[in-house]
């Protein structure tokens, strides 16, 4: 063997060294698949956690406002429907609902005989926060609603009437 095993290592030596070589591989193979398949770490689902927070921190108050901007219209637009409503009524009957007869008069009949209602469908609908909180009157022969708003009572700033904006608390 000799000098020419020096030069030209023999099979054993460079399959040993292959194999070591194969081993190291196929074992950090392994340990990268392992890591894979066994989910998240810690500092990722923080970091997936922060970015989430801060996402709804800029985007739920933006949204938050929207939805009560959104029950305000509907409030106005409720009252609109009332007064289209009272005028079929007034044609029928010759005049508004007294105050005292109330909205109640679109659904039954008041003892006028021009009545041909019911003018509404159902019940007297609830306000967009789900109160009966309309109030209807006559002003100069002419019918007047005010919604409470958002806070329920009458009186304050944020009442909705056709004909105002509502101030916000």
Excluded at 60 to 77: F, L, N, S
Excluded at 121 to 143: C, E, F
Aim: with cysteine; charged share 20%.
């Amino acid at each position: 063997h000799g000098a020419a095993d020096l030069l030209n290592p023999g099979i054993d030596q460079v399959g040993n060294e292959r194999s070591k070589d194969m081993k190291a591989i196929s074992t950090r193979t392994q340990q990268i698949g392992r890591r894979a398949s066994g989910g998240f770490t810690l500092v990722e689902m923080l970091l997936v956690l922060v970015i989430l927070a801060t996402l709804a921190a800029i985007v739920v108050p933006k949204m938050a406002g929207r939805g009560q901007q959104a029950k305000i219209t509907a409030a106005g637009t409720q009252i609109e429907n009332f007064k289209s409503v009272l005028d079929a009524f007034s044609k029928d009957c010759g005049r508004y609902p007294t105050a005292q007869e109330g909205l109640g008069a679109l659904i039954k009949n008041p003892g006028l005989p021009g009545w041909k209602g019911p003018y509404l469908s159902g019940d007297i609908p609830l306000d967009p926060w789900g109160t009966q909180a309309y109030r209807y009157d006559l002003q100069d022969g002419r019918p007047h609603f005010v919604c409470a708003g958002p806070d329920g009572k009458f009186n304050t700033p944020d009442d909705i009437a056709a004909d105002s904006t509502p101030q916000m608390p």
